[in-house]
């Protein structure tokens, strides 16, 4: 059955709009406070927010000159899929907040560019119309973003629902059972507005949370219900989509993921939202890169906003990068043709750093490229 999408708004882009910092410091003044508070807001301090940008930026480079660049390109191979540069839209929740296309807008954007898409478990639009879209505009299938939930049913119902749907490969978050804490929120007093609940969430049953055997326990008791091992290999068991775990940091734990059969990692400290002071994901990628060999698919996010930076995760060993928070400044700025000029940014100036750096393709990139 073909699932019907209307075509996202065609916004102009605002003049003076060059950079991803560009599109930040513009959509400050469209989010309004509140949203802005979500969507920019840090954990506690915003050390690791901002230890994550200035890890891309104090990595130096070593270009090699004299290299045959012939028949250079971007595309990359991932999960037996080419995209068209190293480059995936993050999973961002509620981007109804930021425009009203919301995540069909981002999906548009993603399909023109040819680069991937991860759709939030708390997206605002469902996964089958993104799907739609993504199919009907020439795209890559999507990859679902999936939240534990309390009830193993309703967990499995989004997995069936994201089966159903095309999905590629489904991206469990592990580095998340609690939210952080967000002073940027607290202070403008920011509220999911009721018209905006995530439809993925408001399908499930209306059932109560399961009894925790502890009287409250570590936040009110949220966290008796956080996901563990046993999940991961429980919900192994549930689906043959490909599995992802997102947010793993600790070398443990990445040899433990491997261990169990996991598919690719996303090393990710969740851009900063959720404990601060954790490392800069700069320097969290080499250390899992090293514990689980230069074979296995290994993504990361956190602070990626040139070219370069692309440039410099590839030469630490990942397949690919996430974008989050300028996906969604993008979006706020111009819709549709704002991510999609984020995204084309982001890759003309991978292609100017591959060249001037000696790398014609990005199988080309590695350790010795940088200082």
């Avoid at 605002?14 to 400050?28: F, N, Q, S």
């Avoid at 973003?145 to 997995?159: F, G, K, M, N, S």
Wanted: charged share 15%.
């Amino acid at each position: 059955m073909h699932i019907s999408w209307n075509p996202p708004s065609i916004s102009p882009l605002p003049p003076g709009i060059i950079t991803l910092d560009d599109h930040e410091r513009h959509a400050e003044h469209m989010l309004g406070a509140a949203a802005h508070a979500y969507f920019a807001g840090t954990a506690a301090d915003g050390l690791t927010h901002a230890a994550n940008r200035q890890g891309w930026r104090s990595l130096t480079l070593r270009p090699r000159v004299l290299q045959s660049l012939t028949g250079g390109h971007t595309r990359t191979l991932l999960q037996c899929a080419t995209l068209h540069a190293p480059l995936l839209l993050a999973p961002v929740a509620h981007q109804q907040l930021a425009h009203p296309d919301g995540e069909l807008a981002s999906a548009c954007a993603a399909a023109a560019m040819g680069v991937g898409m991860v759709v939030s478990t708390l997206s605002s639009i469902p996964i089958e119309p993104l799907a739609a879209c993504l199919h009907d505009s020439g795209g890559l299938p999507p990859w679902f973003q999936l939240y534990a939930q309390p009830h193993r049913d309703d967990t499995l119902a989004l997995i069936h629902r994201a089966e159903q749907a095309g999905c590629a490969a489904l991206v469990l978050t592990v580095d998340a059972p609690v939210q952080g804490v967000r002073d940027a929120e607290r202070r403008t007093g920011f509220v999911l507005p009721p018209q905006k609940q995530p439809p993925h969430l408001a399908d499930l049953p209306n059932r109560p949370w399961p009894a925790s055997h502890a009287e409250a326990g570590l936040c009110q008791g949220v966290t008796a219900h956080a996901p563990t091992w046993a999940d991961v290999e429980w919900l192994q068991k549930q689906t043959s989509l490909p599995l992802w775990l997102k947010g793993v940091t600790h070398p443990q734990d990445a040899c433990r993921a491997q261990d169990l059969g996991i598919h690719g990692l996303i090393v990710s400290n969740h851009g900063g939202r959720t404990l601060d002071t954790m490392p800069s994901t700069s320097r969290l990628l080499p250390q899992v890169r090293a514990a689980v060999g230069a074979d296995f698919p290994l993504l990361v996010d956190g602070g990626i906003r040139r070219g370069t930076d692309v440039f410099k995760a590839l030469a630490l060993g990942a397949n690919a990068v996430l974008i989050g928070r300028p996906q969604v400044f993008a979006l706020a700025n111009a819709g549709a043709r704002g991510v999609a000029h984020m995204l084309r940014t982001l890759r003309d100036e991978l292609e100017a750093c591959m060249a001037l750096c000696g790398c014609a393709t990005v199988d080309a990139i590695g350790p010795e490229h940088l200082e």
